[in-house]
């Protein structure tokens, strides 16, 4: 993701800054996954492994990037509590 774009995403419901997730959140992310304990904020099953993704630091919330595109919805995003 290029570093202009990472410069202006924020979080659309905290309105808050994110950055890249990094090894250790993308590992989390997939480990829950893998285990079957992983669910959008919607309440939907997540099974597809994360990649890439977004993160807002303080309040936790992870958002995917799918084939480079960043998933800005709060719904299905992760809460990482």
């Given at each position: 993701m290029s570093p202009e774009l990472l410069e202006i995403l924020v979080c659309p419901r905290s309105k808050k800054k994110l950055t890249l997730a990094d090894t250790a959140t993308l590992a989390r992310v997939n480990a829950l996954i893998q285990a079957g304990k992983c669910r959008e904020i919607s309440g939907a099953e997540i099974s597809e492994t994360a990649r890439e993704g977004?993160?807002?630091?303080?309040?936790?919330?992870?958002?995917?990037?799918?084939?480079?595109?960043?998933?800005?919805i709060y719904e299905n995003a992760l809460e990482l509590k």
């Open positions: 977004l993160l807002q630091k303080e309040t936790g919330v992870f958002y995917f990037i799918r084939e480079g595109i960043p998933v800005l």
